[in-house]
């Protein structure tokens, strides 16, 4: 049963940062594909970042040259260091995996199958 618990999350002022993290009770290099998403209220789960079976990062425009994403394999944890936060970034943010291959930004949450249980971001 594979398990991702997200951690780091909290309030921030604009401007502010913080690390997500995510841990995984599998290998993490089991995972082809590993992402954020996040979701405010009334709103639809976006995705932020993903890396992909190609090694590569991808991030949605609304977040790119603000989060960093990178992956730990030795601690078995998924990263997204955010930087300028602003208002707009106020979400639950949800680490996610998948076993199949995927490629760039893997954007739709129905296609993820594993899910962590969401740490809280409130930038004010």
């Known amino acids: 049963h594979v398990q991702l618990v997200e951690s780091g999350g909290g309030s921030v002022q604009a401007g502010g940062s913080l690390r997500l993290s995510c841990t995984a009770s599998?290998?993490?290099?089991?995972?082809?594909?590993m992402g954020w998403f996040r979701q405010a209220p009334g709103k639809e789960r976006e995705v932020v970042a993903v890396?992909?079976?190609?090694?590569?990062?991808n991030y949605a425009d609304s977040v790119k040259d603000r989060f960093t994403i990178s992956q730990d394999n030795g601690k078995k944890t998924l990263y997204l260091q955010m930087n300028g936060l602003t208002p707009e970034d106020t979400a639950m943010y949800y680490c996610?995996?998948?076993?199949?291959?995927?490629?760039?930004?893997?954007?739709?949450?129905?296609?993820?199958?594993?899910w962590g249980q969401g740490t809280q971001v409130t930038v004010s």
């Open positions: 890396r992909d079976s190609e090694g590569n990062f």
């Open positions: 599998a290998d993490t290099t089991s995972f082809n594909c």
């Open positions: 996610a995996a998948r076993m199949e291959y995927c490629r760039g930004l893997l954007s739709g949450p129905v296609y993820w199958v594993y």
